[in-house]
């Protein structure tokens, strides 16, 4: 097994916006060892969120080469790439995308069913998952009946399912007081500790981004390590 989880060479990422080109990416150099947390931090519109979509290949780069454990995913075909994703990364957003009309438990199934798990291992999988993260009692609730702390948990849970070797977090505590933010990064230093799973966590929140092992800074779309 390669001893990097990712491998990013000079990876650049623009957009157009009206009649002009915006780079927001200029050559992100940067490696992610296998079971690291790494924490990217910059001001709004720095490329954080840019940057862990491409991580997870939600978006393709203008140019450069992103290699997942060695592989480089943006040569797969497109039905190649989501069954990476869905098979190899983990997803948390600020904005949980829970489906309002599942219970936790549904929607923490969800990745073990699209990867056509049997129903009874999908629905363990998630139990164990909601476990985790300290849920067990709350499975029956939907997202309209749990707090926000408690409605990103599920999310968290849900990217755990899918047994993921990577999580990429983007803002994962952006909506929530500093008490849970402080009990969600907790909760992921845990999961890192105990399952082995490397975290890529995009954060606005610098002093919780120095509790993992390694921050790094973007400015001006290039990535500058602390």
Do not use: C
């Not at 936790?104 to 139990?127: D, F, G, T, V, Y």
């Not at 995009?202 to 092992?213: C, K, M, P, S």
């Amino acid at each position: 097994m390669p001893s990097k989880m990712l491998e990013v060479v000079e990876v650049y990422k623009g957009f157009r916006k009206g009649g002009t080109w915006l780079d927001v990416l200029r050559g992100v150099t940067l490696d992610v060892n296998v079971g690291e947390m790494l924490a990217i931090v910059g001001p709004s519109g720095s490329g954080k969120s840019t940057l862990v979509h491409l991580l997870g290949a939600l978006e393709r780069p203008t140019r450069g080469t992103i290699r997942f454990q060695g592989q480089d995913v943006f040569q797969l075909s497109e039905l190649a790439l989501a069954a990476f994703r869905n098979r190899h990364v983990g997803f948390v957003f600020q904005f949980h995308h829970l489906l309002p009309e599942l219970t936790a438990l549904e929607n923490a199934m969800l990745p073990a069913l699209i990867q056509r798990r049997p129903l009874a291992e999908a629905q363990a999988a998630a139990l164990d998952a909601l476990r985790e993260v300290g849920l067990t009692d709350r499975y029956q609730h939907r997202p309209g009946e749990l707090s926000g702390g408690e409605q990103q948990r599920v999310a968290l849970a849900r990217a755990l399912v899918g047994r993921p070797a990577a999580i990429l977090a983007d803002e994962p505590t952006g909506n929530l007081d500093a008490k849970t933010s402080e009990s969600i990064f907790e909760l992921l230093g845990r999961l890192q500790a105990e399952r082995g799973v490397t975290f890529v966590i995009a954060t606005h929140n610098v002093e919780l981004a120095r509790r993992a092992e390694r921050v790094l800074r973007l400015v001006d779309g290039r990535a500058v390590a602390e």
